[in-house]
């Protein structure tokens, strides 16, 4: 729970944090800068061939990884289709898709403490303000490690519902998976008791 680093060995994981973090930052911000499907569609190409160097079972869990964002591409394709924009839908839905794969090939290269380190470095002058800049760094590295893992918990849920029913799950699994969460939550807590805490 505490690294989702891959073990698959990439030539990103050599990089410094600090570099790829700022890189992701500059790729986001690009990305709203561009608002025709093609070049969006251009640099969705361009991430996802970042993620070859990796193998086909490295490009492969990043695809695997995309696969909660498809009820998000869902609704905003049926949006823009029902207001006659399937060319802003389409934009959207491929800026989107870029800003996730970019996000999860950095997580996926870097481990939590190198991500926790430069966030701290930058929140350092915080310190100042009363707001201990650690405790901030792991919030935050422990929210992006936590999403992906929510989502492959909750497919694991809904797996688990049409195993054992018929119906389709809906609202049903949401106290399951609000459960799971907590769960994971508490085994987290207990690690970082474990290793001294976030101080």
């Given at each position: 729970?505490?690294?989702?680093?891959?073990?698959?060995?990439?030539?990103?994981?050599?990089?410094?944090?600090?570099?790829?973090?700022?890189?992701?930052?500059?790729?986001?911000?690009?990305?709203?800068?561009?608002?025709?499907?093609?070049?969006?569609?251009?640099?969705?190409?361009?991430?996802?061939?970042?993620?070859?160097?990796?193998?086909?079972?490295?490009?492969?869990?990043?695809?695997?990884?995309?696969?909660?964002?498809?009820?998000?591409?869902?609704?905003?394709?049926?949006?823009?289709?029902?207001?006659?924009?399937?060319?802003?839908?389409?934009?959207?839905?491929?800026?989107?898709?870029?800003?996730?794969?970019?996000?999860?090939?950095?997580?996926?290269?870097?481990?939590?403490?190198?991500?926790?380190?430069?966030?701290?470095?930058?929140?350092?002058?915080?310190?100042?303000?009363?707001?201990p800049p650690r405790t901030?760094?792991?919030?935050?590295?422990?929210?992006?490690?936590?999403?992906?893992?929510?989502?492959?918990?909750?497919?694991?849920?809904?797996?688990?519902?049409?195993?054992?029913?018929?119906?389709?799950?809906?609202?049903?699994?949401?106290?399951?998976?609000?459960?799971?969460?907590?769960?994971?939550?508490?085994?987290?807590?207990?690690?970082?008791?474990?290793?001294?805490?976030?101080?």
């Amino acid at each position: 729970m505490l690294t989702l680093t891959s073990p698959i060995e990439t030539p990103w994981h050599r990089w410094p944090a600090g570099v790829k973090l700022a890189a992701l930052c500059a790729a986001t911000l690009g990305l709203f800068a561009l608002n025709a499907p093609l070049p969006l569609a251009i640099c969705l190409a361009g991430i996802a061939a970042l993620y070859l160097p990796g193998g086909p079972a490295f490009l492969r869990l990043g695809a695997r990884l995309l696969w909660p964002l498809w009820p998000f591409v869902a609704i905003v394709g049926l949006w823009h289709l029902w207001t006659d924009d399937p060319q802003g839908g389409l934009a959207v839905i491929l800026r989107l898709l870029a800003a996730v794969a970019a996000a999860n090939l950095v997580t996926m290269t870097t481990r939590l403490s190198d991500m926790i380190a430069v966030i701290e470095r930058l929140a350092a002058p915080l310190a100042r303000l009363g707001l201990p800049p650690r405790t901030l760094a792991l919030a935050i590295a422990l929210v992006i490690r936590f999403i992906p893992v929510l989502s492959d918990r909750l497919a694991q849920i809904r797996e688990s519902w049409r195993a054992r029913a018929t119906r389709r799950p809906g609202w049903r699994i949401l106290t399951p998976a609000a459960l799971a969460a907590l769960d994971d939550a508490d085994r987290v807590a207990e690690a970082l008791r474990a290793r001294g805490g976030a101080g």
